[in-house]
């Protein structure tokens, strides 16, 4: 920070980096609807979204193309039933040459790891990640609190957490959070 700038103008860019413009808008979206959980991790990886998840994509990819996010990334877990959400929205938006696989939003990776991701690919960006269950809820909990935010995040339901700014760890604001009932109600 330049010594001649003032607290006010300080305040007003606390989450701007002067050499890079950073502020972050993610969108966390839990996959859809599967079938029943398998016990042996390796085959649950496979598990697809089933007939009623793929609807109710269908339903928030269409309100999501509709709002024209702008999406720069769409970044997903590999399990199968993830990749399935993340493609029908990438489909949506004409942006599928933005999706990106990640280890980071595997079930069970530490918030930390996902954190970390999203400050190295930077700021000014829109970014959409796509994932599970308690992994994103912990991540919203983390970036707009010191962790004790609790929210719940239904299958398919998604979340905007805005003004993420550069410094570690994280911090955003809860913009929306929304149940796939509402988003259908919306259309």
Do not use: C
């Not at 330049?2 to 969108?27: K, N």
């Not at 489909?91 to 954190?115: I, K, M, N, Q, W």
């Amino acid at each position: 920070m330049h010594s001649g700038r003032s607290a006010l103008a300080h305040a007003h860019t606390s989450y701007m980096r002067e050499d890079e413009g950073w502020l972050m808008d993610l969108y966390v979206l839990r996959h859809g609807k599967a079938g029943t959980p398998l016990d042996d991790p390796a085959e649950d990886a496979g598990r697809p979204l089933s007939q009623d998840g793929r609807e109710q994509v269908k339903v928030v990819a269409g309100w999501i193309a509709d709002r024209t996010f702008d999406l720069d990334v769409i970044a997903t877990s590999p399990l199968r039933r993830a990749h399935e959400t993340a493609d029908m929205v990438a489909r949506a938006t004409g942006r599928t040459d933005r999706l990106s696989v990640r280890d980071e939003l595997l079930p069970g990776r530490e918030v930390r790891e996902g954190a970390r991701w999203l400050h190295e690919i930077g700021g000014d960006r829109r970014v959409m990640i796509v994932g599970h269950e308690p992994g994103l809820s912990a991540l919203i909990g983390n970036l707009i609190g010191d962790g004790g935010a609790s929210v719940v995040l239904r299958k398919g339901g998604i979340a905007k957490i805005r003004n993420i700014g550069p410094d570690l760890p994280l911090r955003g604001e809860l913009h929306w959070l929304l149940t796939p009932g509402q988003i259908a109600d919306m259309r």
